[in-house]
């Protein structure tokens, strides 16, 4: 019974795809976790968190959209994040702490230039507003 008063609450597949995608750009990247893999875990925008939690459920995310209000004693898990999007060092603090290896976010011209001086490998997504994926060799 439960289960079945959970469904009317999940959202089609079709409406994540259209809410995470640039033209299918979300769809190709999960296509290119799903073929060559994440061997660690995932830094990823939070608003993609639950389409890539019911995509790849296997792979271990660092937010979506449940945890603006989780709490680690005065520590905030949304302002952790922020903090990782405007600070570099904080964040590869962060990338070294939490093991990730892949980064899917909108694309945003001072990380993506961050994320490439340090080796960073992008594939996929655009420049306009769409999802990016990038991975640490």
């Keep these: 019974l439960v289960g079945e008063q959970l469904e009317q609450y999940r959202v089609p597949h079709a409406?994540?795809?259209?809410?995470?995608t640039d033209k299918g750009v979300g769809t190709m990247i999960a296509g290119k976790i799903k073929q060559d893999g994440c061997n660690k875990n995932i830094f990823n925008s939070y608003n993609y968190g639950g389409f890539l939690i019911y995509e790849l459920p296997e792979h271990k995310y660092y937010i979506d959209g449940r945890m603006p209000?989780?709490?680690?004693?005065?520590d905030s898990y949304f302002n952790n994040y922020e903090k990782m999007l405007k600070d570099k060092s904080y964040r590869n603090?962060?990338?070294?702490?939490y093991n990730i290896n892949c980064v899917i976010i909108s694309y945003d011209k001072k990380i993506d230039s961050e994320l490439k001086q340090d080796g960073w490998k992008v594939w996929g997504g655009s420049?306009?507003?769409?999802?990016?994926?990038y991975t640490k060799p």
Excluded at 15 to 20: C, Y
Excluded at 127 to 133: I, K, R, S
Aim: no cysteine; hydrophobic share 40%.
């Design 15 to 20: 409406v994540l795809l259209e809410l995470f």
């Design 69 to 74: 209000s989780w709490r680690s004693g005065r």
């Design 93 to 97: 603090e962060q990338f070294d702490r």
């Design 127 to 133: 420049t306009a507003n769409g999802p990016m994926l």
